[in-house]
Each structure stands twice: as C-alpha cells, then as structure tokens.
C-alpha cells in the first residue's frame, strides 16, 4: 500500500520560532497533499491544500503568510509554523491523494505533534 | 459546504456488532470515506462507498444512501483492538478532492 511519512513525529519549541514539517510519499508519486491540524478529541481541520509546482489553496480562517506550504517535488510537501506560539501546539497530519484500487482516496502520514513553550 | 454528524461515543461489548451512523448534508458529494484513528495516531482508511448500497470488507461493512444523506458503519465480531475513533468523511466534487470530517466516535470495546 501507499506509505507516507512526516518527519520530525514531535517538536517542542519556544515561543515565536520557526518549525518545518516534512511529509513525503515513499513509494508513489502524489500531485495533492492535504494538511490538517487536529486538537484533543476534536476532528481533523483541513487546512490547506498543496499541489505540486503551484501554490497551496488555505482554508477560510487559516493564515497562508504563518503557515507556510511549499510542494517543490511530487515526493514532498512542508509546512512551515512560522513565529510559532502555545496556541498552535497541536497535532498535524498530512496526507496524500492517491488512486488505490479504483478509489480515489488519501493516505496518512503519522502526523507531527508540536508543542510551541 | 459539509455539515457532517455522527455520535460522540459508542460502547459495546467483545464479540458483539456495532454500527456508528454518519449523516450529512452537502453541496457537492463526491464519496464518503470511513476512518479508524487510534488515541495519538493518523486515521487510517477503512472504506469507501460513492454509490448507494453496502460495501463489505471482512468484518468491516459500509453502507450508503445518497438520497438520505446517511451512511454506517458496520463493525462485526468486535475486539478490544477495535476501541478506536471513527471518524465520518464526505468528499466534494471540486478538482481538489478535498474532504470533510466529522468530529468522529469513539467505540469503546469492553470485555
């Protein structure tokens, strides 16, 4: 099956720096990626969508100059929590859009907790 | 948009059948995906109904009616290992493909 990663899996930082958060799809080629936040025992936020060799399409709500998409390759996104603080500590968790046996679905990486200090 | 709802928490019983409820109601409809997410981990995909009737996948069954708004999931033979969140997701029908989730169930197997 169709295997994704995110790398770093937990980040603790202070208040105001930079984070990067990588996810990459190991074997296949994936054109869209979705990044999500999720807070306790609450769903899966969709925050933005990333294709590859365009720019990101952000939710309504969510800040595209604090989270920053790049999807340089077919095999990589990142998104950049820029001048973080505590109120963004939160689990992420990206995925990508894959055709699997005739559907048309998306797999999950791991997902990277953050907790901004 | 999506406004998707399914109830907060479930509990049933080892050996026993569960079936977690999904409405929803939405502006383009484009498939409706069932996730299991375990305490700390990535939901993983589960199934897939885009057309209205009963998907089976081994003990997993999902079911769907387009016209009603409304899909379940159907777990059979419950284990413990099958205390989870499950999480409800509708697609729309823009290229993007994007989904929306609902805020998931969480079933508690209990012995």
């Known amino acids: 099956g169709a295997v994704v990663s995110q790398h770093p899996s937990r980040v603790i930082c202070k208040s105001g720096t930079s984070v990067k958060i990588e996810c990459r799809s190991l074997?296949?080629?994936?054109?869209?990626m979705f990044w999500y936040r999720q807070f306790p025992k609450q769903s899966l936020m969709l925050m933005a969508t990333?294709?590859?060799?365009?720019?990101?399409?952000?939710e309504q709500g969510v800040e595209k100059d604090k989270f920053l998409i790049n999807h340089a390759s077919l095999t990589l996104s990142t998104l950049t929590v820029t001048s973080a603080h505590p109120e963004d500590s939160s689990f992420y968790i990206c995925?990508?859009?894959?055709?699997?046996?005739?559907?048309?679905?998306?797999?999950f990486g791991p997902g990277t907790r953050l907790t901004v200090l | 948009g999506q406004n998707i709802d399914q109830p907060t928490e479930m509990t049933a019983t080892e050996g026993a059948i569960v079936q977690i409820n999904c409405t929803y109601q939405t502006s383009g409809f484009n498939g409706l995906f069932w996730y299991q997410q375990h305490a700390g981990e990535a939901p993983t995909f589960l199934s897939y109904n885009v057309l209205d009737g009963l998907e089976e996948k081994g003990r997993f069954s999902s079911f769907l009616s387009r016209s009603k708004g409304y899909s379940y999931l159907l777990l059979k033979e419950l284990q413990m290992k099958d205390s989870a969140s499950y999480l409800c997701a509708v697609r729309d029908n823009t290229n993007a493909g994007k989904s929306t989730f609902g805020d998931g169930t969480t079933l508690t197997v209990k012995p």
């Open positions: 990333s294709n590859e060799g365009s720019k990101a399409t952000y």
């Open positions: 995925s990508a859009r894959v055709q699997l046996a005739g559907v048309d679905t998306q797999y």
């Open positions: 074997d296949f080629q994936a054109t869209t």
